[in-house]
């Protein structure tokens, strides 16, 4: 019966410390090239990785009317990267293709600069 609650006790051990993963706080700017629409009126970004989701856009702020849009948002995140869409005027971009891939970068700010609609 000891050898048995033993074994247990170990196994339970293993198993409640080799699950967690370890997490890292990740930066990250988007900056979004436009200058191809015409008449923007509302930029966003939807993602996995909270403070974003698919849910809903998280609004994009104008650095240059019309043409160039930016956010800048940190996170926790046991992942090496983390996927996004741009939306423009309530029509997502790349439609029917995979999401856009972004690596982080091994310091503590990543910059992703993209073109709406184009890889």
Same mark, same amino acid.
């Given at each position: 019966?000891?050898?048995?609650?033993?074994? @247990?006790?170990?196994?339970?051990?293993?198993?409640? !410390?080799?699950?967690?993963?370890?997490? %890292? =706080?990740? &930066?990250? *700017?988007?900056?979004?090239?436009?200058?191809?629409?015409?008449?923007?009126?509302?930029?966003?970004?939807?993602?996995?990785?909270?403070?974003?989701?698919?849910?809903?856009?998280?609004?994009?702020?104008? @650095?240059?009317?019309?043409?160039?849009?930016?956010? !800048?948002?940190?996170?926790?995140?046991? %992942? =090496?990267? &983390?996927? *996004?869409?741009?939306?423009?005027?309530?029509?997502?971009?790349?439609?029917?293709?995979?999401?856009?891939?972004?690596?982080?970068?091994?310091?503590?700010?990543?910059?992703?600069?993209?073109?709406?609609?184009?890889?």
């Amino acid at each position: 019966m000891k050898k048995t609650l033993v074994i @247990i006790a170990i196994i339970f051990s293993l198993l409640a !410390t080799s699950c967690v993963q370890k997490t %890292y =706080k990740k &930066t990250v *700017v988007f900056t979004l090239d436009v200058s191809e629409i015409k008449n923007v009126k509302k930029v966003g970004i939807r993602g996995n990785d909270k403070p974003l989701s698919w849910d809903y856009d998280t609004e994009m702020k104008a @650095i240059k009317k019309d043409s160039l849009y930016q956010i !800048t948002l940190t996170g926790e995140t046991g %992942y =090496k990267f &983390t996927e *996004v869409k741009f939306v423009v005027n309530d029509t997502f971009e790349l439609q029917n293709e995979d999401n856009r891939r972004v690596d982080f970068s091994e310091k503590d700010t990543t910059f992703y600069n993209a073109k709406f609609n184009k890889r």
